[in-house]
């Protein structure tokens, strides 16, 4: 299982992955979800994946050796596209690609070909942009009014997200917010787990601002942690007892 | 969609069910998901479903009717089964009975039979018992460990359960912390709805002690939905914004 969100606010982008990876519960491993592509001041590129690792990591070999456009049959890298809108087509064409591959070995093995990315970042002087993109290689870019995306084990990590992010958030908060729902996705699942990946890029800057791993025992994770616990026992603690019954009101 | 939970406390068992239905986004309806069967005194008992309706109705329909025992031909109803293993044994049966009528008609429009049930109560001075009841007729009891099993659109609302109910939790607080959860789900999908239907029966009463439902703009669940909303606002805001960047600890 994975959990990956993206949160695009005003200041900038946030990235946020888990690292775990499973082929059933007893064979539970380490992967890298988020992939930095970056030429300071020029672009910098953040890739989040889901699904089969062995097609994300083929997307992601392909992003860097490149491929094939086919109009004008010119191979491309995702260093070389001119604009986030045409990165992230370059990336539906990996993936269409991978997918013609690999296409005759998945039907025979029945395996389903299921992966979808999160896809942000900021080219040069063009707009700041994350999309999600699916395994049609289609994709649809994240709006001011619902200012995040989220892939893998989505539900757990939601409706914090929902109730505390908005796109006048500030970009650090957005961080914060990103990883209690980190917290309430890996709390729940068990397929979801550290370390934990993070990117924070600030907008019109074309460079990541903050890179960083987030191991076990980590105490700022560890204390987030805690503290979210306890505010939300305090906060269910603080509404009254319904008034339906004998007990009503106390 | 449908969300249903149900918790298992030291002092008994409340069941929430909302009321939502859909066939498709604009077929949206209102039916009662949470029937009670009561002898006051003698034994109460409350089930919850969700998937398919024509299936639970007819299930429902089936219990009070009765449902012939295999191995000794007697009709029983749920009103007449000694225990509430017997009782959930029933349910199993009325399940198979349903999806043998309808199975030809479910293949030829090539319809899924999937239903679940959330079946709790107590039968005279037997042990009360929370039932989580598959669409095979199956059915698993919940622990002291865990004291809540929930069914349909569950995701959103297990992260507060998770962290605020124990069996040792008051049972209006477990109403409290069950609404909670309902609030989330239904924040986060539309399919789930108001109103709401609860119902809290104290251990060894045999009898309901609150039946309720919520309907639209009621005080109490608005007041505990904004309540809940401004604690969790507040919640996030007290945590330190992350060390990782420029504005560390700001």
Not at 44 to 60: F, I, P, R
Request: net charge neutral; proline share 5%.
């Amino acid at each position: 299982m994975t959990y990956c969100v993206g949160i695009l606010v005003e200041d900038g982008l946030v990235m946020i992955a888990d690292t775990r990876t499973n082929a059933g519960l007893d064979d539970i491993s380490t992967f890298r979800k988020l992939h930095l592509f970056e030429v300071p001041g020029e672009r910098v590129l953040a890739l989040a994946s889901a699904g089969n690792l062995s097609v994300t990591q083929s997307v992601v070999a392909l992003l860097n050796e490149g491929v094939a456009n086919p109009e004008t049959g010119a191979v491309e890298t995702i260093l070389e596209a001119p604009t986030m809108f045409q990165a992230a087509q370059l990336i539906g064409r990996a993936i269409r690609r991978v997918r013609a591959i690999e296409r005759e070995g998945f039907e025979a093995a029945q395996l389903r070909f299921e992966v979808t990315f999160l896809f942000g970042g900021q080219i040069a002087d063009g707009p700041m942009r994350l999309y999600m993109i699916y395994s049609a290689g289609n994709f649809m870019a994240c709006s001011q009014d619902a200012p995040f995306l989220q892939i893998g084990e989505h539900k757990y990590g939601k409706p914090i997200l929902d109730r505390a992010v908005t796109f006048k958030t500030d970009i650090y908060d957005a961080l914060k917010v990103g990883l209690i729902s980190m917290d309430s996705t890996m709390r729940s699942n068990l397929g979801v787990g550290l370390p934990i990946d993070l990117a924070v890029i600030r907008r019109n800057s074309c460079r990541t601002e903050v890179v960083h791993r987030i191991e076990a025992g980590e105490p700022y994770f560890h204390d987030l942690r805690e503290r979210w616990s306890a505010a939300l026992r305090a906060a269910h603690r603080a509404i009254p007892r319904p008034p339906y019954g004998p007990s009503a009101g106390v």
